[in-house]
């Protein structure tokens, strides 16, 4: 029996059960299972070792030593080729997990940063190779550097191939996608379906002239939204998504998974069998690539987060972005407040233990101001206006704001928006007008780090804030780039910055060293696993957050400071003697701590 095939046994019911609850058809169920098998076959010897080895430690991305990066091929290294020569810089910044943003077959010059994909087994010729992937997977895994890519499930590019013939008016095709005759039944839908993009694309359709129909494109119009309904659809994209992980790609990120099913009378997100569709991949995946694991882009309301993880019993997905810390880690920076942070860390440290988050600070898209509205009216804050005071705060259009941030689609009826702009600007070096404005911001930054790098989960860097890169304005003068701000963090690497890194006066060398000791410290130090308990403590301070991490009956006591001024924390309960492991200084707590301006301890007892 081969490894698929005594793996398989194992889930076969379930797999056949919910398939058939979604399709009812026996016959594409037998085609599928048929071409899963073929998958199995093609799978390298090499990468069936790896499967082996991680079905023996499956934890394998929890471990303290990981951190992660997510970079644009091209922005970083021009192409494939270009990224293998510069690993070594990976290495140093001590990178164990790189997600490298699409570089499958897109259209030029529109494509959503690569999200419109025209071909799920090509490379686009702009990056290299389908060889040069291999090559470049093979490298990483050298280097014990785990690849994350993109699969996008929830559409295609309207000029996919598939797309092509639908428009030509091939039935077949047609049925890939959510087509009609009419504006009937899209306006029944754009009743219930809210707008991902409301001022760069309104609406959620868009007529085809070709085909003389109304076309689903939920986000951009060139990008059609995929049929789920249609089994053909499943079959084909989750081959695809096999076909990836044959390549070596380690991690696949799931590209607005809630999304893929669509049912008229519904918001068309996070409908149940979005879950039924995360399990079946799961289960091919532990059956064909056991190595490979699942992060979902879900960027939802925190309620809507834990049926993506599944079950302990039945996974969906391994990782998930931790979105809402995420927003909640600037909205306190912003307000100097952590209550909310607080709340929203207890709820998602109750999460049981297979549910595992990325934690991120800026990645290439926006900050969207989600946060969870029960607990703002609680804490008497009224949503809508704190949501209009962190966005006009980072665009820098709040009195006393140091952030110099971007909107992104302003809606002038909902007053919703969100926010871009790199981490560095957001935290006030850009707007820095002298030594003591830097020290500050450079103080923000780190803080939000330690932070960020604290939390339940994986860590990851947005590729240039480990050299503090600035927004990059000249977006702006791009007809291709100018009308979606996102671009303005979407910046080439500065190359020339990256010597500063080793100059004890830059700022380069602040940022970099000190976030290198951040992700070393957590290496050596166990507490940092991802299965560690993690709980919040109460400081009596609101500008102070306390977390408290345990693991294997170790013990680590991380304070942050959100406040530009000293704060104390009341904390009776770790009266001792203990020693910051950031700055080995020692401290004798009696029932509580005195921090600087943005300060941050890890604490370990003497
Ligand atoms: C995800 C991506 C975003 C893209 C969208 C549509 O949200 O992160 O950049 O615009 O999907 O594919």
């Given amino acids: 029996m081969s490894n698929f095939a005594s793996r398989f046994e194992k889930y076969k019911n379930e797999f056949e059960w919910l398939y058939m609850e979604l399709y009812n058809n026996r016959a594409s169920l037998d085609k599928l299972i048929d071409e899963m098998e073929t998958m199995y076959t ?24 990981m951190l992660g990066i997510t970079l644009y091929t091209d922005l970083f290294a021009d192409d494939l080729n270009g990224l293998i020569e510069k690993i070594p810089y990976l290495k140093e910044l001590g990178i164990k997990y790189l997600h490298l943003m699409p570089l499958l077959k897109m259209p030029h010059p529109q494509n959503d940063g690569g999200y419109a994909v025209e071909d799920f087994g090509t490379v686009d010729p702009k990056f290299g ?31 996919h191939e598939w797309a092509v013939k639908a428009r030509q008016g091939d039935p077949y095709y047609m049925n ?46 060139f990008q059609w939204d995929l049929n789920y309904w249609n089994p053909e659809v499943f079959r084909e994209m989750s081959m695809a998504m096999l076909n990836l992980c044959n390549m070596g790609v380690e991690v696949l ?44 882009e879900v960027v939802m309301a925190p309620h809507e987060l834990a049926p993506y993880f599944g079950t302990p019993e039945q996974p969906g997905c391994h990782l998930l972005y931790n979105v809402s810390s995420m927003v909640n880690l600037w909205s306190s920076l912003a307000s100097q407040d952590v209550r909310l942070l607080k709340e929203q860390l207890n709820t998602i440290n109750a999460l049981p233990k297979h549910c595992s988050f990325v934690n991120y600070l800026r990645c290439h898209d926006d900050i969207g101001w989600g946060l969870d509205e029960a607990d703002e ?107 979606d701000s996102r671009n303005i963090h979407r910046s080439k690497f500065d190359w020339g910055m990256v010597r500063f890194k080793d100059r004890s006066y830059t700022l380069q060398y602040k940022i970099w060293k000190n976030l290198k000791k951040l992700k070393e410290l957590r290496s050596a130090n166990p507490c940092f696993n991802g299965e560690a308990d993690v709980t919040t403590w109460d400081t009596r301070n609101d500008r102070v957050l306390a977390l408290i991490r345990e693991f294997e009956g170790k013990k680590l006591i991380c304070l942050f400071n959100f406040h530009y001024e ?30 600087k301006p943005y300060q941050y301890m890890w604490l370990i007892e003497k």
């Fill in 566 to 595: 000293p704060q104390g924390a009341y904390l009776p309960l770790i009266s001792g003697n203990y020693e910051d492991a950031f700055t080995n200084t020692a401290y004798q707590v009696e029932n509580g701590i005195m921090l």
């Fill in 129 to 159: 190779t389908n060889e040069d992937l291999l090559k470049l997977t093979e490298k990483l895994r050298e280097a014990g550097i785990s690849l994350c890519l993109d699969f996008v499930m929830n559409h295609t590019a309207s000029s």
């Fill in 377 to 483: 009216r609680r804490f008497g804050i009224d949503p809508l206006q704190h949501k209009i005071f962190l966005y006009r705060f980072y665009e820098g259009k709040f009195p006393g704001s140091y952030a110099r941030g971007m909107l992104y689609n302003y809606d002038p009826v909902t007053l919703d928006a969100r926010t871009c702009g790199t981490c560095a600007s957001l935290c006030g070096i850009e707007a820095a007008q002298n030594d003591n404005d830097l020290e500050l911001a450079i103080k923000r930054m780190l803080l939000m780090h330690a932070a960020m790098m604290s939390i339940k989960g994986l860590p990851m860097l947005n590729s240039g804030d480990e050299i503090a890169q600035l927004n990059d304005w000249s977006f702006l003068e791009d007809p291709d780039r100018r009308d």
């Fill in 176 to 221: 890939y996608y959510h087509t009609f005759e009419d504006y009937n039944i899209p306006r029944w839908y754009e009743q219930t379906m809210p707008q991902v993009f409301p001022a760069t694309a309104p609406g959620n359709f868009t007529y085809c002239d070709d085909m003389q129909r109304w076309v689903m494109t939920t986000f951009y119009p």
């Fill in 42 to 65: 093609k799978r390298s010897e090499e990468l069936k070792a790896l499967d082996t080895l991680r079905e023996q430690n499956p934890n394998w991305y929890k471990g303290s030593d």
């Fill in 253 to 296: 990120r799931i590209d607005a998974v809630p999304y893929i099913w669509k049912e008229l009378g519904t918001s068309c997100r996070n409908h149940p069998k979005v879950h039924t569709i995360v399990r079946l991949v799961r289960i091919m995946m532990d059956c064909i690539c056991p190595s490979s694991i699942i992060k979902g």
